[in-house]
């Protein structure tokens, strides 16, 4: 879903290459996001359930913000290309799928057509705008956190400190009052969502100097000791259930503070991580698991339960049994991948191969 590169520039005075341990710490970064994003959809546990949506959704939006490079060319062409390109294919595609097969599986009829097809169409997160495939919300959110940071990078470089701290509390407190007054209204591409998000993605761009340097340079024992005491200090935090899209965050500064322990935990563990190979494959696929998960993680679920015999609400109070389901799904969509990127690369934002000449 994030795409790093080599020559990933850090800032507006000049330009550094992340190192390839950091690149790949990242890429574990985002496989364990996915992977929890995939448990999160499957698990109707209280406790997982709460204890994941307080910063999964945050840890993406922070990573695009490390990984931002407002230096090149038509920035927002491009974010597009990446973002709404494969949205808009994707959604029409299991908007179809809905319509004419899962519509009538899943008891769906009561649902007004055309409340579907203008989610689609507008990029409506909330309701049942997506029901067909609620994740495709991430793509217009992060398209519009995008172009919002983009703009305002233009209008106050970030070579300039404490306007970027004026600028982070401007939109901490815009989206206050969005959860605040908001959360109950769908707006045009998951725009409302995008204000919630966006001080992640500006803390990701504000701190990648430091945070780049504390994957290369911190001591794995020192990494692991930060990873131990942020996990204690979330589990000790109260809170209630978190839902970006929904506009839904409970007490905004604990939502907040436990969404920036959550990644901490994630940063601070993806170094032990970054040489299995397994792990960075799925790191480099995230786009495709978020598109295809949804839909596939129904039938995942009532496969199981017929197979095991147990009831599909006990099934996704198990951890162990939702844990294994979330692998057999990640299982099952990697091949997608690279069928997709091979003949049809176009619907997840990336250029068609031009043919290669061959010679005598």
């Given amino acids: 879903m994030i795409k790093i590169y080599k020559d990933l520039t850090i800032n507006q005075e000049g330009s550094k290459s992340f190192s390839s341990g950091s690149i790949e710490a990242l890429d574990v970064a985002e496989a364990i996001g996915i ?10 546990n209280d406790f997982a359930r709460t204890l994941i949506y307080s910063f999964h959704m945050p840890l993406f939006f922070f990573l695009s913000g490390l990984t931002a490079n407002f230096n090149k060319e038509n920035f ?11 949205y808009f294919i994707w959604a029409f595609v299991f ?3 809905w319509i ?25 997160g909330k309701g049942d705008f997506l029901i067909f495939n609620v994740v495709l919300w991430f793509l217009p959110s992060l398209f519009c956190v995008e172009c919002l940071a983009y703009f305002v990078n233009k209008r ?5 400190r404490p306007v970027q701290i004026f600028v982070l509390i401007a939109f ?3 989206s206050w009052g969005i959860t605040r007054y908001t959360n109950k209204l769908s707006f045009p591409f998951c725009i409302e969502t995008a204000f919630i998000a966006m001080p992640f993605y500006l803390v990701g761009i504000y701190f990648k100097d430091y945070v780049m340097s504390f994957l290369k340079n911190t001591k794995l024992i020192v990494l692991f000791c930060i990873f131990a005491i942020s996990l204690t200090l979330m589990f000790l935090a109260p809170g209630n259930m978190a839902d970006i899209r929904a506009g839904v965050v409970g007490n905004y500064f604990l939502f907040y503070t436990k969404a920036l322990l959550g990644t901490i935990c994630v940063l601070s563990i993806s170094p032990f991580l970054q040489k299995n190979l397994l792990i960075l494959a799925i790191g480099k696929s995230t786009l495709v698991l978020m598109i295809f998960h949804d839909p ?10 017929v197979l095991s015999h147990i009831p599909v609400n006990e099934l996704r109070e198990s951890i162990p049994a ?15 991948k690279f069928v997709i990127e091979k003949y049809f690369p176009q619907s997840l934002g990336k250029a068609k191969p031009s043919a290669k000449l061959s010679h005598a």
Avoid at 76 to 86: A, G, S, Y
Avoid at 322 to 336: A, E, K, Q, R
């Fill in 95 to 97: 908007l179809l799928y």
């Fill in 296 to 305: 596939l993680k129904r039938i995942m679920i009532k496969v199981a339960a």
């Fill in 100 to 124: 004419f097969i899962e519509r009538r599986v899943r008891g769906s009829e009561g649902v007004d057509i055309l409340t579907p097809i203008k989610g689609a169409i507008f990029g409506l």
């Fill in 156 to 160: 106050f470089p970030l070579d300039k």
């Fill in 76 to 86: 927002v062409l491009r974010k597009f290309q990446t973002l709404m390109i494969p």
């Fill in 35 to 44: 992977f929890l994003v995939i448990l999160g959809h499957v698990t109707q």
């Fill in 322 to 336: 939702n844990v294994i389901i979330t692998i057999i799904i990640i299982s099952l969509i990697m091949p997608v």
């Fill in 172 to 174: 901490h407190l815009l």
